[in-house]
């Protein structure tokens, strides 16, 4: 699947989508996610041009290229994920990508044509 989420550090708040991997853990999204707030094209796995449709709404869905490429669930594993730490300064390297605590919302799946 592909997980959708969001992170509420006030005053903001990130959309943000991750693909599992076997590693897990419930802080791996801190560092894999991609940022896809305000509706913007975004990459993930290899595939441009990724676009979340009705985030806050109870059928959200993942469009490429503009046409509906997955549809997403809300599953028992939705919920709170840890928090992030962030990278306090840019001179540092590593560390991750986010700050804040995270909720996984959605859990998304690629539409068969």
């Known amino acids: 699947p592909i997980y959708l989420g969001d992170i509420f550090w006030p ?20 560092f894999r996610a991609t940022d896809t707030s305000n509706h913007m094209l ?7 041009n990724l676009q979340i449709h009705d985030y806050f709404s109870e059928t959200a869905y993942i469009t490429r290229d503009g046409k509906r490429f997955a549809d997403c669930k809300i599953t028992p594993e939705s919920g709170r994920m840890g928090a992030c730490e962030g990278v306090a300064d ?10 804040g605590p995270g909720t996984r919302k959605w859990s998304c799946w690629v539409v068969k044509e």
């Not at 005053?11 to 801190?30: D, N, V, Y």
Request: negative net charge; aromatic residues 14%; charged residues 15%.
């Open 90 to 99: 840019w001179h540092c390297v590593g560390g991750d990508n986010f700050t």
């Open 42 to 48: 975004f990459s993930l796995g290899g595939i441009d």
């Open 11 to 30: 005053p903001t708040m990130k959309s943000i989508a991750w693909l599992p991997s076997e590693q897990g853990g419930p802080t791996e999204w801190c």
